[in-house]
């Protein structure tokens, strides 16, 4: 699963093709098989490693928990939604 998603689109008044880059819907709540409890010093790019064995998935678990604050650092005890990629 990527973070952005691209569309081929036609500029109407010119008839050039370009690709519209967007970010995909919110993760649905469903798809969430469980809950973590975040450590001290954790981080969502730490999280997304340990469950994803990448950390370049920390996005999907801050957009499954509407985290939005510009930083991946997670307050400790903090219960984290890990949705099913």
Do not use: C, H
Not at 1 to 13: F, G, P, V, W
Not at 17 to 22: D, H, K, L
Not at 41 to 68: C, H, M, Q, V
Request: hydrophobic letters at 35%; charged letters at 15%; proline letters at 9%.
């Amino acid at each position: 699963m990527n973070k952005y998603e691209s569309s081929l689109q036609i500029d109407a008044t010119k008839g050039i093709p370009y690709y519209e880059t967007s970010i995909p819907s919110p993760v649905p709540a469903e798809t969430v098989p469980f809950y973590y409890t975040a450590r001290i010093n954790e981080r969502l790019d730490n999280i997304s490693n340990k469950f994803y064995n990448t950390p370049g998935n920390w996005w999907l678990i801050a957009r499954a928990n509407n985290l939005a604050n510009g930083t991946v650092a997670v307050p400790a005890g903090t219960k984290l939604f890990i949705p099913n990629v």
